[in-house]
């Protein structure tokens, strides 16, 4: 397995684990909360209230595969990098893991507007497969 398949295969335990103990996501910047509904296989159901409607949908394990991706070659992932149309939860669900596998920043981009951004922590990838090896032994 290579080691990018292994970082997205750790993440993905990682979040799926952190999400059923909190029982919600925050959004990227942490201003709205989606409960867990339900956890499987490779999705994550959530559910929101928005005038007096509840809506749910889904966020999905390629959606954090796909940061991963973006983080590998960009060196930086933000939510419009995200195909998922509600990706903001999905970085969101990664801000879990700010400081130990992440950092949050807010940078202008190239549309001249700040954004959201994750990098990698110093030894972010490096406890990200530390973990997943501890995990599995």
């Known amino acids: 397995m290579s080691e990018t398949a292994k970082l997205k295969e750790s993440l993905w335990n990682d979040v799926t684990t952190e999400s059923s103990k909190r029982g919600y996501i925050s959004t990227t910047r942490g201003k ?11 999705e994550i159901l959530l559910s929101i209230f928005r005038n007096n409607e509840k809506r ?5 394990r390629r959606d ?18 995200i195909s998922n149309k509600d990706r903001r939860y999905v970085i969101g669900a990664m801000t879990i893991f700010v400081n130990n596998y992440f950092t949050y920043t807010d940078e202008m ?3 001249g507007k700040n954004h959201p951004f994750l990098r990698w922590s110093a030894y972010g990838k490096e406890n990200l497969l530390m973990r997943k090896r501890a995990t599995h032994e």
């Open 109 to 111: 981009d190239s549309d």
């Open 32 to 42: 709205a909360k989606a409960k867990v509904e339900g956890i499987f296989r490779s």
């Open 56 to 60: 749910m949908f889904k966020i999905y």
């Open 64 to 81: 954090f595969d796909q940061a991963i991706d973006v983080l590998e070659s960009k060196g930086r992932v933000r939510q419009g990098e």
